[in-house]
């Protein structure tokens, strides 16, 4: 196997490696989530197929703030990051896995009383949508890496 070496007689510099690349990609993802989160839960909440009991600042915001700005942000870098290091059929599975988990951790956040759903509403939608979200980000997430310089 030949590998290329730098040779010590040319007057340019190696490449540096950018550390910030995963940065620099991911901001444009995550708030892509965090708004597509934010309008989803305007939309559902606007329709009547949930509610949000218990958010900051009720008399301003219908949708909890909280989830969308900071949690649904945060839950993506964490997604994307784990993705990341996966292969692409790994990924696929992480994503229904994902959408398993978001389905079941909805349920518990419905018995706590973080949200109040319709009685029209089956948890195998949340189990839809959330993979359905994931794969989207996920491949937004590629397009922007494909993308970048």
Do not use: C
């Not at 340019?12 to 309008?39: C, D, E, H, M």
């Not at 949930?50 to 600042?57: C, L, T, V």
């Not at 992480?94 to 951790?105: D, E, H, Q, T, Y």
Request: net charge positive; proline share 5%; no cysteine.
């Amino acid at each position: 196997m030949n590998t290329v070496k730098h040779s010590k007689n040319l007057n340019s510099l190696p490449l540096q490696k950018r550390p910030y690349r995963f940065w620099i990609n991911i901001l444009p993802v995550v708030l892509l989530a965090s708004l597509i989160g934010t309008y989803l839960d305007l939309y559902f909440v606007g329709k009547g197929v949930y509610a949000f009991p218990y958010r900051p600042y009720p008399s301003i915001f219908s949708v909890n703030i909280v989830f969308t700005l900071i949690i649904l942000p945060l839950v993506v870098l964490l997604f994307l990051y784990i993705s990341d290091k996966l292969t692409e059929r790994n990924t696929f599975l992480f994503i229904f896995l994902s959408g398993l988990l978001a389905s079941i951790l909805e349920r518990v956040a419905e018995d706590i009383g973080f949200f109040i759903h319709s009685s029209a509403w089956k948890h195998s939608y949340s189990f839809f949508g959330y993979s359905v979200f994931m794969y989207f980000i996920y491949s937004f997430y590629q397009w922007v890496k494909k993308k970048s310089p």
